[in-house]
């Protein structure tokens, strides 16, 4: 996505002290509704709901992958990651924030499991790439795993393992996915009004996530 609008192909993580100083509130109104599920995209959503948010590149691909996952209450896009308080799509976009596109995803735990919705995230996006995730390249677009509970932490390394051994076997290197706590990683900021359910706006518009084609392992495949 980087490429329409102009961005710094940030190579390497700013540090604290570099990093732009953003704002108090949002810049921005962030809609109350998702436009797909009609759901709260801020919450509150039903008990037994649980979120997790995931990089996995340009955010309006990937958030398209989870509202169509089974279970799924509702889906939004952020930044999240980074040391800007607040910050803005263009600001993000110079790599002076720190933060990196991410999927809030909200699911009920009694439909879908902490393990099948990070098995999407693996198999949806190429998680060896780094800084970059096809031809969207800058440190916005790394792989992120930030869990919300400690299940959700487990559940994140052990599918890694397992699917860094399929991806070993098909001729893949290491994966470089950041797996932290969601608490460590700082705030989830919303991203703006036109980001959210972009594709279910845009249907014909920009999505550069692409899988590897390996698929991850369940627990009776292994």
Not at 65 to 79: E, K, M
Not at 86 to 99: A, F, S
């Amino acid at each position: 996505m980087s490429w329409l609008f102009g961005s710094a192909l940030a190579a390497t993580m700013v540090t604290p002290e570099r990093a732009l100083r953003g704002r108090e509130d949002y810049a921005y109104t962030v809609p109350a509704t998702h436009t797909v599920l009609g759901t709260p995209l801020r919450g509150p959503w039903p008990e037994g709901t649980r979120t997790i948010t995931l990089g996995l590149g340009c955010f309006w691909g990937a958030e398209r992958v989870f509202w169509q996952l089974p279970g799924v209450v509702a889906t939004s896009v952020g930044y999240q990651g980074g040391y800007t308080p607040y910050p803005t799509y263009e600001e993000v976009c110079t790599g002076l924030t720190g933060h990196a596109e991410v999927v809030q995803v909200a699911y009920d735990t009694s439909v879908v499991s902490d393990a099948d919705v990070l098995r999407t995230f693996w198999e949806s996006h190429d998680p060896t790439q780094g800084f970059r995730q096809g031809n969207d390249r800058g440190t916005q677009y790394r792989s992120t795993v930030y869990p919300t509970t400690p299940e959700q932490e487990v559940a994140a390394r052990e599918t890694l393992a397992a699917y860094q051994e399929r991806l070993t076997r098909a001729g893949y290197g290491e994966i470089t996915t950041e797996v932290r706590p969601a608490a460590e990683a700082g705030p989830y900021y919303y991203a703006e009004d036109y980001h959210q359910q972009y594709l279910d706006k845009n249907p014909n518009g920009y999505c550069g996530l692409g899988g590897t084609g390996v698929s991850c392992p369940r627990p009776l495949d292994a």
